[in-house]
């Protein structure tokens, strides 16, 4: 039995359902967060817990970010494996690989090290992007990234040159 006429049910599935933001299907994400940040750099545009970053301090750590995977031998469609604790970091090196042209290969610290090393190794992931608490080994060149003491702040906060495209494996 239906508990809703017929007119409530048509205004509950369909008009309420109607979405009012049209999404951009040609830019890549970080992109988007780029132009955003450049038109609304103090709003929030990332938070985990206590931690919170605006748009322009978010953008300008994953372009730093970028820059030293780009010095240490990432490029376009390289695989990354990504193994950070959920963190405001966690989200800046996911983008930080993306606008570095790489594809990100996330692994679940839950996992035991033989799955994840497993991931890596069929992924293709020659890079390995961490921090210090983790001890997974790995083969290919592992990136110890200690966000605290600022390994990434030698490097520009300024949006790279890189133009992945949307086709590309990032």
Not at 75 to 85: C, F, G, Q, T, Y
Not at 129 to 145: R, Y
């Amino acid at each position: 039995l239906p508990m809703l006429c017929p007119d409530e049910t048509h205004r509950i599935l369909a008009e309420f359902n109607q979405p009012d933001i049209s999404f951009v299907v040609d830019q890549t994400i970080h992109r988007v967060i780029e132009e955003q940040a450049a038109r609304t750099p103090g709003n929030i545009a990332v938070q985990y817990e206590d931690n919170a970053l605006n748009y322009r301090d978010f953008n300008a750590l994953c372009n730093r970010l970028a820059r030293l995977l780009r010095e240490r031998g990432v490029e376009k469609d390289s695989r990354v494996a990504l193994m950070i604790p959920r963190s405001v970091e966690m989200i800046a090196g996911v983008i930080a690989i993306l606008k570095a042209g790489a594809a990100c290969v996330p692994l679940d610290i839950g996992y035991p090290d033989e799955r994840n090393c497993f991931i890596i190794e069929d992924s293709g992931a020659r890079f390995f992007l961490k921090t210090p608490e983790i001890k997974l080994v790995h083969s290919g060149d592992v990136l110890d990234i200690d966000y605290e003491a600022g390994a990434v702040k030698d490097f520009s906060g300024d949006n790279l040159d890189v133009e992945p495209d949307p086709k590309d494996l990032s």
